[in-house]
């Protein structure tokens, strides 16, 4: 898909904007604080229904407004056009997709695939597993579309056999512990199929980007493999009831990036971890090209403090490569090097919240 028309409305200093972005690359140049992440905010908004700054929604919303309002054409890979909105104010969002409203936030996740690279992306492989699995599971979302429904699924029956757990009733257990094995098989399998064709992608493009030997990508199921979920749910039981939740099963999840046989966290610089994250967000999208020709929008932030001058040009010929809308931001037009040999870029040029093509 690509974006091939923007509206945005009182999304933090950006009051009002009609943008007609580039299927290709489109150049985001401004001085600090004057609305380049905002911008991208606004896409991502669109996307994902949330802010991949904020926790709070509520923050992006131009303080002296009560709403925000962003709104895009999207031309679909089938070539029809699909309009998408999303107006929140303080308490709650609507969305419309072709000028019918939907809650469901998955149905954007869908019309608009998105991958943001920011200066804190690293954190990917730096915290704590729950943004890891979101990230797998996004790229199995974008997969395979049952994927969501099996999850949800699983989601809710956890939600009741925890809820069991914290009232000890015990004999209810077994229902929901049949339900949880199902469901969770069922969540594993599809995320291993996924790892299976998204490994040997994302080892190709770490080759591009980094001079490491011997990485390896590991999926950790979230419960000790060698015996059946069912008998890990019997055997921990004690200590599930002790206290009040389930220990083991598809959410406790993970991936881990391992060099040389060590947790890239505690190994590489924190500038190839950065080129690992960056690696894995690309190798999403380009499984996403090659298994569905579905390609996604790119989100990069502040390009120049995460990549060296070399890298940079490296990233911008993938990126071309890949044929994937992108929006890049930075402060200076030289940090995107020579752009003569790239083809139909649109360079905009933000200030104070004005986004004016240049
Ligand atoms: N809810 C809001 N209402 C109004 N202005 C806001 C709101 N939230 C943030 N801002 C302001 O919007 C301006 C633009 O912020 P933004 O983060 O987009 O800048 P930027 O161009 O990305 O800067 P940098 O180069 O420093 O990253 C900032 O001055 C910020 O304080
Ligand atoms: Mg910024």
């Known amino acids: 898909m690509i974006i091939t028309k923007l509206n945005i409305s009182s999304v933090r200093n950006i009051i009002l904007a009609a943008v ?4 290709t690359l489109n150049f985001i140049i401004g001085k600090n604080a004057s609305g380049k992440t905002a911008f991208l905010e606004a896409i991502f908004l669109l996307g994902r229904i949330k802010s991949f700054r904020s926790s709070s929604i ?3 919303i131009n303080s002296s407004y009560l709403e925000l309002v962003v709104s895009a054409e999207i031309l679909q890979m089938n070539g029809a056009t699909a309009h998408l909105g999303v107006q929140i104010d303080s308490k709650n969002y609507c969305c419309r997709i072709n000028n019918q409203t939907t809650h469901k936030k998955s149905d954007f996740a869908y019309a608009l695939p998105l991958q943001v690279i920011h200066p804190k992306s690293y954190e990917l492989l730096d915290a704590a597993p729950q943004l890891r699995r979101e990230f797998l599971d996004w790229g199995v979302f974008n997969d395979n ?13 956890l939600a009741h056999r ?7 009733s015990v004999n209810q257990l077994n229902v929901w512990n049949n339900e949880l094995v199902n469901y969770g098989t069922m969540v594993n399998n599809y995320r291993q ?16 980007f ?16 060698d015996k059946e979920l069912d008998c890990v749910f019997i055997e921990d039981i ?7 939740f389930t220990h083991s099963g598809p959410h406790r999840g993970d991936i881990q990036i391992m060099v040389a046989g060590r947790l890239a966290k505690d190994y590489v610089s924190r500038g190839q971890l950065k080129l690992l994250v960056m690696s894995l967000k690309l190798a999403q999208m380009q499984l996403l090209k090659n298994q569905h020709s579905n390609i996604g929008c790119f989100l990069i932030d502040d390009f120049a403090a995460e990549l060296d001058v070399i890298n940079r040009a490296k990233l911008l010929n993938y990126l071309v490569e ?18 003569t040999d790239i083809k139909n870029y649109k360079m905009f040029h933000v200030e104070h919240g004005n986004i004016i093509q240049v």
């Not at 007609?20 to 299927?23: A, E, G, I, L, T």
């Not at 579309?145 to 029956?157: D, G, S």
């Not at 890949?322 to 752009?339: A, H, K, N, R, Y």
Request: hydrophobic share 40%; glycine share 4%.
């Open 322 to 339: 890949l044929e994937c809308q992108v929006f890049i931001t930075t402060t200076e037009q030289s940090d995107f090097g020579d752009l």
């Open 58 to 60: 509520k923050s992006v």
């Open 162 to 168: 925890n809820s069991l757990l914290k009232t000890r």
């Open 193 to 208: 199929n996924y790892l299976l064709k998204f490994k040997p992608v994302f080892i190709e493009i770490v080759a591009r």
């Open 20 to 23: 007609f972005p580039s299927p």
């Open 210 to 225: 980094l001079d490491l030997n011997d990485v390896e990508l590991k999926y950790l199921s979230g419960w000790n493999t």
């Open 145 to 157: 579309e049952n994927f969501l429904l099996v999850w949800r699924h699983y989601k809710k029956c």
């Open 238 to 244: 004690d200590k599930d009831l002790r206290f009040g």
